[in-house]
DNA sequence: TTCCACCTCCTACCTGAGGAGGAGGCCGCG
DNA sequence: CGCGGCCTCCTCCTCAGGTAGGAGGTGGAA
Protein backbone atom coordinates (compact mmCIF):
# COMPACT_ATOMS: atom_id res chain seq x y z
CA UNK A 1 0.00 0.00 0.00
CA UNK A 2 1.73 3.47 -1.14
CA UNK A 3 0.86 5.97 0.99
CA UNK A 4 0.43 9.38 -1.13
CA UNK A 5 0.35 13.14 0.84
CA UNK A 6 -1.52 15.02 -1.98
CA UNK A 7 -0.29 18.77 -2.35
CA UNK A 8 -2.74 22.13 -4.24
CA UNK A 9 -4.77 25.24 -3.42
CA UNK A 10 -7.35 24.11 -5.83
CA UNK A 11 -10.14 21.26 -4.30
CA UNK A 12 -11.07 20.50 -7.77
CA UNK A 13 -7.47 18.90 -8.44
CA UNK A 14 -7.33 17.03 -5.44
CA UNK A 15 -10.57 15.48 -5.58
CA UNK A 16 -9.04 14.67 -9.30
CA UNK A 17 -6.32 12.71 -8.01
CA UNK A 18 -7.90 11.34 -5.14
CA UNK A 19 -10.63 9.40 -7.48
CA UNK A 20 -7.65 8.74 -9.84
CA UNK A 21 -5.92 7.26 -6.97
CA UNK A 22 -8.81 5.28 -5.39
CA UNK A 23 -9.47 4.16 -8.29
CA UNK A 24 -5.90 1.53 -8.34
CA UNK A 25 -5.27 -0.97 -5.86
CA UNK A 26 -2.59 -0.72 -3.68
CA UNK A 27 -2.76 3.33 -3.13
CA UNK A 28 -4.23 5.39 0.11
CA UNK A 29 -4.68 9.27 0.04
CA UNK A 30 -3.07 9.70 3.96
CA UNK A 31 -3.58 13.59 4.25
CA UNK A 32 -4.13 16.83 1.59
CA UNK A 33 -2.45 20.26 1.94
CA UNK A 34 -4.22 23.61 0.71
CA UNK A 35 -1.21 25.92 1.18
CA UNK A 36 2.77 24.45 1.03
CA UNK A 37 3.29 26.38 4.42
CA UNK A 38 1.59 22.90 6.05
CA UNK A 39 3.28 20.26 4.21
CA UNK A 40 6.14 19.65 6.56
CA UNK A 41 4.15 19.16 9.29
CA UNK A 42 1.23 16.68 7.37
CA UNK A 43 4.37 14.62 6.43
CA UNK A 44 5.79 14.53 9.69
CA UNK A 45 2.07 13.21 11.30
CA UNK A 46 1.31 11.39 8.32
CA UNK A 47 4.44 9.75 7.08
CA UNK A 48 3.67 9.55 3.22
CA UNK A 49 5.58 7.39 0.50
CA UNK A 50 5.12 10.24 -1.48
CA UNK A 51 4.06 13.95 -2.02
CA UNK A 52 2.05 15.15 -5.04
CA UNK A 53 3.03 18.43 -5.46
CA UNK A 54 1.40 21.49 -7.26
CA UNK A 55 3.86 23.92 -8.03
CA UNK A 56 1.65 27.40 -8.12
CA UNK A 57 -0.25 27.49 -5.12
CA UNK A 58 -0.56 30.84 -2.53
CA UNK A 59 1.93 31.62 0.21
CA UNK A 60 4.47 29.04 -0.39
CA UNK A 61 4.78 27.55 -3.37
CA UNK A 62 6.03 24.31 -4.35
CA UNK A 63 9.25 24.67 -5.08
CA UNK A 64 9.79 26.18 -1.25
CA UNK A 65 7.82 23.60 0.25
CA UNK A 66 9.61 21.16 -1.94
CA UNK A 67 13.10 22.77 -0.62
CA UNK A 68 11.52 22.79 3.28
CA UNK A 69 10.36 18.93 3.08
CA UNK A 70 13.95 17.44 1.70
CA UNK A 71 15.76 19.33 4.63
CA UNK A 72 13.82 17.45 7.20
CA UNK A 73 15.20 14.29 7.97
CA UNK A 74 14.23 10.93 5.61
CA UNK A 75 12.13 12.50 3.31
CA UNK A 76 9.38 10.90 1.25
CA UNK A 77 10.48 11.47 -2.55
CA UNK A 78 8.15 14.72 -3.80
CA UNK A 79 6.26 13.96 -7.73
CA UNK A 80 5.43 17.51 -9.11
CA UNK A 81 2.41 17.86 -10.99
CA UNK A 82 1.99 21.62 -12.79
CA UNK A 83 0.19 23.12 -15.31
CA UNK A 84 2.98 24.95 -16.73
CA UNK A 85 5.91 23.82 -18.96
CA UNK A 86 8.75 25.86 -17.37
CA UNK A 87 12.35 26.35 -17.55
CA UNK A 88 12.49 28.12 -14.57
CA UNK A 89 9.88 25.43 -12.57
CA UNK A 90 11.57 22.44 -13.76
CA UNK A 91 14.66 23.86 -12.80
CA UNK A 92 13.52 25.05 -9.57
CA UNK A 93 11.98 22.10 -8.70
CA UNK A 94 14.52 19.33 -9.40
CA UNK A 95 17.10 21.70 -7.55
CA UNK A 96 15.00 21.86 -4.61
CA UNK A 97 14.61 18.16 -4.84
CA UNK A 98 11.96 16.84 -6.63
CA UNK A 99 12.50 13.54 -7.83
CA UNK A 100 9.49 13.29 -10.35
CA UNK A 101 8.37 16.13 -12.85
CA UNK A 102 4.48 15.81 -14.79
CA UNK A 103 2.33 17.96 -16.68
CA UNK A 104 -1.12 18.20 -15.62
CA UNK A 105 -2.29 17.36 -19.22
CA UNK A 106 -0.83 13.82 -18.71
CA UNK A 107 -2.82 10.96 -18.81
CA UNK A 108 -3.85 9.44 -15.23
CA UNK A 109 -1.99 6.39 -16.00
CA UNK A 110 1.39 8.58 -16.11
CA UNK A 111 0.06 10.31 -12.52
CA UNK A 112 -0.09 6.84 -11.45
CA UNK A 113 3.41 5.43 -12.96
CA UNK A 114 5.26 7.97 -11.37
CA UNK A 115 3.62 7.69 -8.11
CA UNK A 116 4.72 3.88 -8.36
CA UNK A 117 8.19 4.79 -9.40
CA UNK A 118 8.73 7.49 -6.63
CA UNK A 119 7.66 4.93 -4.24
CA UNK A 120 9.94 2.40 -5.67
CA UNK A 121 12.96 4.55 -5.06
CA UNK A 122 13.43 5.65 -8.85
CA UNK A 123 12.55 8.96 -11.00
CA UNK A 124 10.07 10.15 -12.87
CA UNK A 125 10.07 13.00 -16.10
CA UNK A 126 7.39 13.91 -17.87
CA UNK A 127 8.52 13.12 -21.93
CA UNK A 128 7.95 17.04 -22.57
CA UNK A 129 10.49 17.89 -20.46
CA UNK A 130 13.20 14.91 -20.17
CA UNK A 131 14.12 16.32 -23.37
CA UNK A 132 15.95 19.25 -21.20
CA UNK A 133 16.96 17.72 -18.48
CA UNK A 134 19.20 15.19 -21.03
CA UNK A 135 20.23 18.21 -23.14
CA UNK A 136 21.83 19.52 -19.26
CA UNK A 137 23.48 16.40 -18.60
CA UNK A 138 25.20 15.75 -21.94
CA UNK A 139 26.93 19.25 -21.98
CA UNK A 140 27.46 18.38 -17.83
CA UNK A 141 29.69 15.71 -16.93
CA UNK A 142 31.93 15.58 -20.02
CA UNK A 143 33.99 12.76 -20.69
CA UNK A 144 37.66 13.30 -20.14
CA UNK A 145 39.94 16.15 -20.80
CA UNK A 146 39.89 16.67 -24.48
CA UNK A 147 43.19 16.62 -26.81
CA UNK A 148 45.03 19.66 -26.30
CA UNK A 149 47.55 17.36 -25.77
CA UNK A 150 49.80 19.48 -28.25
CA UNK A 151 50.56 21.97 -25.17
CA UNK A 152 53.06 21.65 -23.04
CA UNK A 153 52.60 21.17 -19.36
CA UNK A 154 53.70 25.26 -18.97
CA UNK A 155 51.40 25.91 -22.10
CA UNK A 156 48.75 24.82 -20.76
CA UNK A 157 48.95 26.17 -17.45
CA UNK A 158 49.10 28.97 -19.06
CA UNK A 159 46.01 28.54 -21.33
CA UNK A 160 43.94 27.79 -17.97
CA UNK A 161 44.78 31.25 -16.44
CA UNK A 162 43.77 32.84 -19.56
CA UNK A 163 40.27 30.74 -19.72
CA UNK A 164 39.86 32.24 -16.18
CA UNK A 165 40.29 35.81 -18.11
CA UNK A 166 43.45 36.85 -16.41
CA UNK A 167 45.42 39.30 -18.01
CA UNK A 168 48.90 38.41 -18.84
CA UNK A 169 50.74 40.43 -15.96
CA UNK A 170 48.40 38.47 -13.58
CA UNK A 171 49.14 35.51 -15.00
CA UNK A 172 53.17 36.28 -14.74
CA UNK A 173 52.63 36.44 -11.34
CA UNK A 174 50.68 33.75 -10.86
CA UNK A 175 53.24 31.44 -12.20
CA UNK A 176 56.11 33.12 -10.69
CA UNK A 177 57.85 34.46 -14.34
CA UNK A 178 57.86 37.76 -16.45
CA UNK A 179 55.35 38.82 -18.88
CA UNK A 180 57.36 38.35 -21.41
CA UNK A 181 57.33 34.48 -21.01
CA UNK A 182 53.60 34.59 -20.39
CA UNK A 183 53.46 36.29 -23.95
CA UNK A 184 55.98 33.47 -25.56
CA UNK A 185 53.68 30.94 -24.13
CA UNK A 186 50.75 32.77 -25.39
CA UNK A 187 52.21 32.73 -28.87
CA UNK A 188 52.54 29.11 -28.98
CA UNK A 189 49.65 28.28 -27.93
CA UNK A 190 47.92 30.52 -30.12
CA UNK A 191 50.02 28.51 -33.32
CA UNK A 192 49.59 25.26 -32.00
CA UNK A 193 45.65 25.71 -31.31
CA UNK A 194 44.99 27.84 -34.74
CA UNK A 195 44.00 30.48 -32.42
CA UNK A 196 43.21 34.16 -33.08
CA UNK A 197 43.71 35.99 -29.54
CA UNK A 198 43.04 35.27 -25.90
CA UNK A 199 38.99 35.59 -26.60
CA UNK A 200 39.27 32.32 -29.00
CA UNK A 201 41.64 30.80 -26.54
CA UNK A 202 38.94 31.72 -23.37
CA UNK A 203 36.42 30.18 -25.84
CA UNK A 204 38.81 26.93 -26.45
CA UNK A 205 39.80 26.62 -22.89
CA UNK A 206 35.67 26.21 -22.35
CA UNK A 207 34.95 24.19 -25.08
CA UNK A 208 37.76 21.45 -24.07
CA UNK A 209 36.47 21.83 -20.46
CA UNK A 210 40.14 22.98 -19.64
CA UNK A 211 38.00 25.23 -17.10
CA UNK A 212 34.15 25.28 -16.79
CA UNK A 213 31.59 27.76 -15.67
CA UNK A 214 30.94 28.61 -12.40
CA UNK B 1 2.45 6.08 -39.13
CA UNK B 2 5.28 5.52 -37.29
CA UNK B 3 8.56 3.77 -39.72
CA UNK B 4 11.07 1.85 -37.26
CA UNK B 5 14.01 0.71 -37.65
CA UNK B 6 15.51 -2.24 -35.30
CA UNK B 7 18.94 -2.86 -34.88
CA UNK B 8 20.53 -5.66 -32.67
CA UNK B 9 22.63 -8.40 -33.40
CA UNK B 10 19.96 -10.99 -31.91
CA UNK B 11 17.60 -12.42 -34.14
CA UNK B 12 15.38 -12.99 -31.31
CA UNK B 13 15.45 -9.73 -29.88
CA UNK B 14 14.55 -7.96 -32.87
CA UNK B 15 11.72 -10.76 -33.96
CA UNK B 16 10.02 -10.11 -29.72
CA UNK B 17 10.24 -6.16 -31.13
CA UNK B 18 8.84 -6.66 -34.19
CA UNK B 19 5.60 -8.68 -32.85
CA UNK B 20 5.11 -6.17 -30.25
CA UNK B 21 5.43 -3.10 -32.67
CA UNK B 22 2.66 -5.35 -35.10
CA UNK B 23 0.13 -6.06 -32.59
CA UNK B 24 0.03 -1.99 -32.01
CA UNK B 25 -1.46 -0.06 -34.98
CA UNK B 26 0.54 2.92 -35.85
CA UNK B 27 3.96 1.49 -36.04
CA UNK B 28 5.81 -0.19 -38.95
CA UNK B 29 9.47 -1.61 -39.09
CA UNK B 30 10.46 -0.47 -42.11
CA UNK B 31 14.21 -2.22 -41.57
CA UNK B 32 16.82 -4.11 -39.14
CA UNK B 33 19.90 -4.45 -38.72
CA UNK B 34 22.25 -6.43 -36.85
CA UNK B 35 25.25 -4.78 -36.82
CA UNK B 36 26.02 -0.96 -35.78
CA UNK B 37 28.06 -0.96 -39.09
CA UNK B 38 24.51 -0.94 -41.02
CA UNK B 39 22.87 1.84 -39.80
CA UNK B 40 23.88 4.85 -41.15
CA UNK B 41 23.35 2.81 -45.34
CA UNK B 42 20.39 2.13 -43.41
CA UNK B 43 18.72 5.07 -42.27
CA UNK B 44 19.40 6.72 -44.77
CA UNK B 45 17.76 4.23 -47.35
CA UNK B 46 14.64 4.25 -45.24
CA UNK B 47 14.28 7.32 -43.60
CA UNK B 48 12.85 6.01 -39.85
CA UNK B 49 11.09 8.45 -37.75
CA UNK B 50 12.60 6.27 -34.79
CA UNK B 51 15.86 4.14 -34.53
CA UNK B 52 15.39 1.09 -31.64
CA UNK B 53 19.07 0.56 -31.03
CA UNK B 54 21.19 -1.96 -28.94
CA UNK B 55 24.10 -1.15 -27.39
CA UNK B 56 26.17 -4.81 -27.52
CA UNK B 57 26.76 -5.63 -30.42
CA UNK B 58 29.89 -6.71 -32.62
CA UNK B 59 32.17 -4.55 -34.81
CA UNK B 60 30.62 -1.46 -34.34
CA UNK B 61 28.44 -0.76 -31.06
CA UNK B 62 25.32 0.69 -30.46
CA UNK B 63 27.11 4.03 -28.85
CA UNK B 64 29.41 4.30 -31.90
CA UNK B 65 26.90 3.71 -34.48
CA UNK B 66 24.58 6.16 -32.70
CA UNK B 67 27.21 9.03 -32.54
CA UNK B 68 27.71 8.39 -36.29
CA UNK B 69 24.27 8.53 -36.95
CA UNK B 70 23.51 11.51 -35.12
CA UNK B 71 26.42 12.98 -37.25
CA UNK B 72 24.45 12.77 -40.71
CA UNK B 73 21.86 15.43 -41.79
CA UNK B 74 18.68 15.30 -39.90
CA UNK B 75 19.49 12.20 -38.50
CA UNK B 76 16.31 9.75 -36.56
CA UNK B 77 15.61 10.08 -33.10
CA UNK B 78 18.01 6.97 -31.42
CA UNK B 79 16.15 5.00 -28.76
CA UNK B 80 18.42 2.69 -26.88
CA UNK B 81 17.32 -0.22 -25.26
CA UNK B 82 19.91 -2.53 -23.44
CA UNK B 83 19.98 -5.54 -20.76
CA UNK B 84 22.54 -3.51 -18.85
CA UNK B 85 21.95 -1.08 -16.55
CA UNK B 86 25.57 0.39 -16.45
CA UNK B 87 26.31 4.12 -15.82
CA UNK B 88 29.01 3.87 -18.49
CA UNK B 89 26.49 3.10 -21.21
CA UNK B 90 24.02 5.03 -20.14
CA UNK B 91 26.25 8.27 -20.28
CA UNK B 92 27.73 7.25 -23.67
CA UNK B 93 24.79 6.46 -24.89
CA UNK B 94 23.34 10.01 -24.06
CA UNK B 95 26.48 11.44 -25.14
CA UNK B 96 26.63 10.11 -28.31
CA UNK B 97 22.95 11.48 -28.65
CA UNK B 98 20.55 8.65 -27.83
CA UNK B 99 17.18 10.26 -27.07
CA UNK B 100 15.43 7.94 -25.05
CA UNK B 101 17.66 4.71 -22.90
CA UNK B 102 15.36 2.28 -21.86
CA UNK B 103 15.98 -1.31 -20.06
CA UNK B 104 15.10 -4.50 -21.42
CA UNK B 105 13.21 -5.48 -18.71
CA UNK B 106 11.11 -3.03 -19.67
CA UNK B 107 7.29 -4.20 -20.42
CA UNK B 108 5.90 -3.80 -23.76
CA UNK B 109 3.84 -1.03 -23.18
CA UNK B 110 6.80 0.80 -21.96
CA UNK B 111 8.76 0.41 -25.36
CA UNK B 112 5.67 1.55 -27.01
CA UNK B 113 5.44 4.66 -25.04
CA UNK B 114 9.19 5.37 -25.69
CA UNK B 115 8.47 5.23 -29.22
CA UNK B 116 5.93 7.16 -29.68
CA UNK B 117 7.68 10.23 -27.37
CA UNK B 118 10.55 10.13 -29.42
CA UNK B 119 8.43 10.32 -32.92
CA UNK B 120 6.82 13.51 -31.18
CA UNK B 121 10.51 14.68 -31.02
CA UNK B 122 10.68 14.16 -26.84
CA UNK B 123 12.52 11.82 -24.45
CA UNK B 124 12.40 8.77 -22.70
CA UNK B 125 14.13 7.46 -20.41
CA UNK B 126 13.37 4.36 -17.88
CA UNK B 127 12.62 5.04 -14.21
CA UNK B 128 15.35 3.39 -13.20
CA UNK B 129 18.03 5.44 -14.75
CA UNK B 130 15.81 8.94 -14.44
CA UNK B 131 16.91 9.47 -11.11
CA UNK B 132 21.15 9.51 -11.82
CA UNK B 133 20.65 11.80 -14.96
CA UNK B 134 18.29 14.23 -12.37
CA UNK B 135 20.96 14.05 -10.00
CA UNK B 136 23.72 14.81 -12.60
CA UNK B 137 21.25 17.67 -13.80
CA UNK B 138 20.96 19.08 -10.28
CA UNK B 139 24.37 19.44 -9.89
CA UNK B 140 25.32 20.49 -13.29
CA UNK B 141 23.13 23.29 -14.47
CA UNK B 142 22.86 25.93 -11.39
CA UNK B 143 21.06 28.34 -13.29
CA UNK B 144 19.50 27.80 -16.23
CA UNK B 145 19.45 31.38 -16.64
CA UNK B 146 20.74 33.84 -14.55
CA UNK B 147 19.76 37.92 -13.93
CA UNK B 148 21.69 39.58 -16.09
CA UNK B 149 18.83 41.65 -16.85
CA UNK B 150 20.71 45.01 -16.00
CA UNK B 151 21.55 44.90 -19.96
CA UNK B 152 19.41 45.87 -22.76
CA UNK B 153 18.16 43.44 -25.08
CA UNK B 154 21.17 45.07 -27.72
CA UNK B 155 24.24 44.74 -25.00
CA UNK B 156 22.53 40.96 -24.29
CA UNK B 157 22.98 40.14 -28.19
CA UNK B 158 26.80 41.85 -27.88
CA UNK B 159 27.34 40.42 -25.01
CA UNK B 160 26.33 36.92 -26.60
CA UNK B 161 28.72 37.28 -29.52
CA UNK B 162 31.45 38.52 -26.79
CA UNK B 163 30.94 35.39 -25.74
CA UNK B 164 31.41 33.19 -28.73
CA UNK B 165 35.25 34.94 -29.12
CA UNK B 166 34.07 37.41 -31.63
CA UNK B 167 36.12 40.50 -32.23
CA UNK B 168 34.46 44.28 -32.12
CA UNK B 169 34.81 44.37 -36.09
CA UNK B 170 33.27 41.32 -36.19
CA UNK B 171 30.23 41.36 -33.63
CA UNK B 172 29.29 44.48 -36.03
CA UNK B 173 29.06 43.16 -38.85
CA UNK B 174 27.06 40.43 -37.47
CA UNK B 175 24.73 42.75 -36.12
CA UNK B 176 24.62 45.40 -39.08
CA UNK B 177 25.81 48.27 -37.35
CA UNK B 178 29.27 50.16 -36.93
CA UNK B 179 31.98 48.78 -34.76
CA UNK B 180 32.11 52.22 -32.64
CA UNK B 181 28.46 51.04 -31.82
CA UNK B 182 29.74 48.49 -30.78
CA UNK B 183 32.51 49.94 -28.71
CA UNK B 184 29.78 51.76 -26.61
CA UNK B 185 27.86 48.56 -25.96
CA UNK B 186 30.82 47.12 -24.84
CA UNK B 187 31.75 49.90 -22.73
CA UNK B 188 28.07 49.76 -21.36
CA UNK B 189 28.70 46.21 -20.53
CA UNK B 190 31.18 46.16 -18.63
CA UNK B 191 30.40 49.25 -16.45
CA UNK B 192 27.25 47.10 -15.71
CA UNK B 193 28.29 44.25 -14.50
CA UNK B 194 31.57 45.14 -13.24
CA UNK B 195 33.76 43.75 -15.47
CA UNK B 196 37.36 44.50 -16.77
CA UNK B 197 38.02 43.71 -19.91
CA UNK B 198 36.58 41.61 -22.88
CA UNK B 199 37.91 38.99 -21.30
CA UNK B 200 36.14 38.66 -18.16
CA UNK B 201 33.08 39.58 -20.11
CA UNK B 202 33.45 35.90 -22.27
CA UNK B 203 33.72 34.32 -18.46
CA UNK B 204 31.25 36.23 -17.28
CA UNK B 205 29.24 34.48 -20.30
CA UNK B 206 29.84 31.20 -19.71
CA UNK B 207 28.92 31.53 -16.02
CA UNK B 208 26.06 32.99 -16.46
CA UNK B 209 25.09 30.30 -19.43
CA UNK B 210 24.58 33.55 -21.54
CA UNK B 211 26.79 31.07 -24.01
CA UNK B 212 27.34 27.58 -23.27
CA UNK B 213 30.49 25.08 -24.11
CA UNK B 214 31.05 23.19 -27.35
C1' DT C 1 78.77 14.52 -26.89
C1' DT C 2 75.36 16.37 -29.76
C1' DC C 3 70.74 17.30 -30.62
C1' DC C 4 66.30 18.75 -29.44
C1' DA C 5 62.30 20.25 -26.77
C1' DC C 6 61.12 23.20 -23.37
C1' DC C 7 61.26 27.19 -20.39
C1' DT C 8 62.87 31.45 -19.65
C1' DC C 9 63.73 36.37 -20.93
C1' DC C 10 64.77 40.07 -24.27
C1' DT C 11 63.76 44.23 -27.89
C1' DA C 12 60.99 46.50 -31.25
C1' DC C 13 56.87 47.23 -33.48
C1' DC C 14 51.78 47.40 -34.74
C1' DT C 15 46.87 46.96 -33.84
C1' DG C 16 42.72 46.18 -31.45
C1' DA C 17 40.53 47.23 -27.32
C1' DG C 18 38.90 50.22 -23.96
C1' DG C 19 38.16 55.06 -21.63
C1' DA C 20 36.36 59.84 -22.03
C1' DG C 21 33.05 62.72 -23.72
C1' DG C 22 29.72 63.75 -26.81
C1' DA C 23 25.75 64.15 -30.37
C1' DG C 24 21.53 63.07 -32.92
C1' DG C 25 17.28 60.27 -33.50
C1' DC C 26 13.54 57.33 -31.89
C1' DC C 27 10.05 56.05 -28.67
C1' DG C 28 7.33 55.47 -24.57
C1' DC C 29 5.60 57.64 -20.43
C1' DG C 30 3.95 60.99 -17.13
C1' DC D 1 4.81 68.39 -24.39
C1' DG D 2 9.26 67.33 -22.35
C1' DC D 3 12.08 63.90 -20.15
C1' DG D 4 14.80 59.85 -20.15
C1' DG D 5 16.30 55.45 -21.92
C1' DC D 6 18.10 53.27 -25.79
C1' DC D 7 20.53 52.83 -30.09
C1' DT D 8 23.38 54.76 -33.14
C1' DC D 9 27.69 57.13 -34.55
C1' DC D 10 31.67 60.29 -33.78
C1' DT D 11 36.86 61.77 -32.18
C1' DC D 12 40.99 61.58 -29.48
C1' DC D 13 43.91 59.05 -26.62
C1' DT D 14 46.35 55.21 -24.20
C1' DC D 15 47.87 50.68 -23.44
C1' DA D 16 47.47 45.70 -23.13
C1' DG D 17 47.81 42.30 -26.30
C1' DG D 18 49.87 40.15 -30.10
C1' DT D 19 53.82 39.54 -33.87
C1' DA D 20 58.56 38.81 -35.13
C1' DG D 21 62.91 37.22 -34.13
C1' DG D 22 66.04 36.05 -31.14
C1' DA D 23 69.24 34.23 -26.99
C1' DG D 24 70.67 31.59 -22.92
C1' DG D 25 69.88 27.57 -19.85
C1' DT D 26 68.22 22.98 -18.63
C1' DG D 27 67.60 18.03 -19.13
C1' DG D 28 66.65 13.94 -21.57
C1' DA D 29 67.52 11.00 -25.64
C1' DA D 30 70.34 9.38 -29.42
Do not use: W
Amino acid sequence: MIKVLLVDDQELVRSGLRRILRRKDGFAVVGECADGAEVEAAAAAERPDVVVMDLRMKHVDGIEATRRLQATADPPPVLVLTTFDDDQLLSGALRAGASGFLLKDSPAEDVIRGVRSLAAGEACLDPAVTGRVLNAYRSAAPPPEAAADELTSREHDVLALIGRGLSNGEIASELGISEVTVKSHVGHIFVKLGLRDRAAAIVYAFDHRIVTPK
